[in-house]
């Protein structure tokens, strides 16, 4: 087994292969003058079992066109086998048609991945895991809830209880609520499909004096966290924990949740950032003992 890790996720990779006692791919990348990208895997990967691993978040557009160009260069030495590792997969959002005229992007996305030749497909806590469906190959989501749980069993939280917010996120709430032994509750959130405006509405917790940690598979603009902390906190909680798998943290994000009532706010390494507490390489490295 060899673990070739992309432009995108140099850490996470090598992170990987250490936990699996695999060999690393060299891989060689830059950007030519006119801005096109361009990949070279520099080892022989011919009848080896193949991971390659590369995230694609923002800039979205070029880290997806890395993994494009990684596939194929992968594919060209005729490897055993070749699965890929997607921790962050971009475009996962857009998973239906909200408006006459709009992509589909995601089955866009995956479509390509599957015609390049991949054999299996691995990505962690994607917003729909149903849109994995629309391929014909092996394809898997893993959950980095897990993980937050056992974080957040280390710690000394008072009475802890998880929340969910919006009725989706709920399984997540779930599992780590179980793996703390406490209570899960969703809360009530609407979005707007034209403005992307949130709303909430008031729900009454049993909260007093008790920390809290609301999980969710992605933060992006930061609106959710934020109606969520400031309901929660107005309720009289203890600390307020954030956990998220993917903290895109656009703008101000981060101090808005922070300034709403946030103790803290916790990501993992599919988007490596100063928020990245958690790292998803030993979920990764599961996957693959034994081969």
């Known amino acids: 087994m060899i673990i070739v890790p992309g432009p995108a996720s140099q850490i996470l990779g090598v992170k990987v292969a250490r936990l699996l006692n695999s060999e690393i791919a060299s891989v060689s990348f830059k950007d030519f003058p006119d801005g096109e990208t361009y990949v070279r895997v520099e080892d022989d990967l011919k009848d080896r079992d193949v991971i390659l691993i590369q995230s694609t978040y923002n800039p979205q557009d070029k880290h997806l066109m890395q993994l494009f160009l990684?596939?194929?260069?992968?594919?060209?030495?005729?490897?055993?086998?070749?699965?890929?590792?997607?921790?962050?997969?971009?475009?996962?959002?857009?998973?239906?048609?909200?408006?006459?005229?709009?992509?589909?992007?995601?089955?866009?996305?995956?479509?390509?991945?599957?015609?390049?030749?991949?054999?299996?497909?691995?990505?962690?806590?994607?917003?729909?895991?149903?849109?994995?469906?629309?391929?014909?190959?092996?394809?898997?989501?893993?959950s980095a809830m897990t993980l937050f749980g056992e974080y957040f069993k280390k710690k000394k939280m008072v009475n802890p209880i998880v929340i969910a917010p919006d009725d989706g996120a709920i399984h997540?709430?779930?599992?780590?609520?179980?793996?703390?032994?406490?209570?899960?509750?969703?809360?009530?959130?609407?979005?707007?499909?034209?403005?992307?405006?949130?709303?909430?509405?008031y729900k009454k917790l049993n909260v007093k004096d008790r920390d809290v940690v609301?999980?969710?598979?992605?933060?992006?603009?930061?609106?959710?966290?934020?109606?969520?902390a400031q309901m929660i906190k107005n309720q009289?909680?203890?600390?307020?924990?954030?956990?998220?798998?993917?903290?895109?943290?656009?703008?101000?994000?981060?101090?808005?949740i922070l300034a709403?009532?946030?103790?803290?706010?916790?990501?993992?390494?599919?988007?490596?950032?100063?928020?990245?507490v958690v790292s998803v390489a030993s979920l990764i490295a599961e996957q693959f003992k034994g081969f």
Request: glycine share 8%; proline share 3%; hydrophobic share 40%.
């Open 172 to 201: 997540r709430a779930e599992t780590v609520a179980k793996i703390l032994g406490s209570e899960y509750v969703s809360l009530d959130k609407f979005r707007d499909k034209d403005t992307g405006e949130i709303t909430m509405d």
């Open 214 to 228: 609301i999980v969710d598979d992605i933060i992006s603009t930061g609106g959710t966290m934020i109606k969520a």
């Open 70 to 142: 990684l596939i194929d260069a992968v594919k060209q030495m005729n490897p055993k086998k070749l699965r890929v590792v997607v921790p962050y997969l971009a475009y996962a959002r857009q998973d239906k048609q909200f408006k006459k005229g709009e992509p589909l992007s995601i089955k866009v996305i995956e479509e390509l991945i599957e015609k390049l030749g991949v054999d299996e497909l691995y990505t962690i806590d994607i917003h729909e895991p149903k849109v994995l469906n629309y391929l014909k190959i092996k394809a898997k989501d893993l």
């Open 236 to 256: 009289g909680c203890g600390n307020v924990y954030i956990a998220a798998t993917h903290t895109i943290l656009i703008g101000e994000a981060k101090s808005k």
């Open 260 to 276: 709403a009532g946030a103790s803290d706010i916790i990501g993992t390494d599919t988007i490596p950032s100063e928020t990245s």
